[in-house]
């Protein structure tokens, strides 16, 4: 069966530093892998997704890059972190375009 | 564009009362695929529901159920003898097709509802 596994289960950061939170998929090949956050309010937004190795594309211009090393790898980046960044980060993957996601168990990572 | 709206905020209901979450969309796609997901306190959000725009049939899963008409862009969720574990934000999603090459099944979210259910 397949299964996502996504960590730190939660991050504290001070303001200015590095990011790389990871993602991996077990038991599928090829699929298609995004980043959401949820900030304050629920709201869920797609940050990147990616349909294949090294293919990333950005939903949003902002402080964060993901990268997709391997097939089943997915991490989500930043150089320098800012308080806006802080909020809840989930990792989720998909079998075809139109599959259901399922999600990972989420990153909170406080900026301070 | 997509939008999805959620306009409960929160509800909040005595175990075994019965609760709809609504949700409405709006796309300018004719295809489509909507869903709904549940994310307990836990904070991983759980597959409950895809439906797509060609099938416009209720469907129910034990006490849950779902109403879509697609005349009026919603699909309703109701909890049957709502239990203290159905507590959790409830997300709506929407879904275009992939033809066109941009969608790559990118879910459009609403803001979801959380819904408290009292012993």
């Known amino acids: 069966s397949q299964t996502i596994h996504q960590w730190p289960a939660t991050l504290v950061q001070p303001v200015g530093s590095p990011l790389s939170l990871e993602c991996t998929v077990e038991?599928?090949?090829?699929?298609?892998l995004y980043w959401y956050r949820q900030a304050a309010g629920r709201g869920l937004q797609l940050l990147f997704y990616?349909?294949?190795?090294?293919?990333i594309s950005s939903e949003v211009p902002q402080n964060l890059s993901a990268s997709r090393p391997q097939d089943r790898q997915f991490i989500l980046s930043s150089k320098k972190l800012l308080l806006s960044d802080s909020g809840f980060y989930l990792c989720?993957?998909?079998?075809?375009?139109?599959?259901?996601?399922?999600f990972g168990s989420g990153t909170q990572l406080s900026v301070l | 564009a997509q939008k999805v709206t959620q306009a409960q905020t929160e509800i909040s209901v005595v175990e075994k009362e019965d609760v709809t979450l609504d949700c409405v969309y709006e796309?300018?796609?004719?295809?489509?695929?909507l869903f709904w997901y549940k994310q307990p306190p836990s904070g991983e959000l759980v597959f409950l529901i895809r439906?797509?725009?060609?099938?416009?049939q209720n469907e129910i899963s034990g006490r849950y159920s779902w109403n879509f008409q697609k005349s009026t862009s919603s699909f309703n969720f109701t909890i049957t003898a709502s239990q203290v574990v159905d507590s959790a934000v409830y997300f709506c999603?929407?879904?275009?097709?992939?033809?066109?090459?941009?969608?790559?099944?990118?879910?459009?979210f609403g803001q979801g509802t959380i819904l408290t259910v009292h012993p």
């Open positions: 989720a993957w998909s079998q075809g375009f139109n599959e259901k996601l399922f």
């Open positions: 038991g599928t090949s090829n699929p298609n």
């Open positions: 796309t300018r796609d004719t295809t489509y695929y």
């Open positions: 439906r797509n725009s060609f099938d416009e």
């Open positions: 999603a929407l879904r275009g097709p992939n033809a066109g090459g941009t969608s790559y099944g990118k879910l459009t």
């Open positions: 990616s349909v294949g190795i090294g293919q």
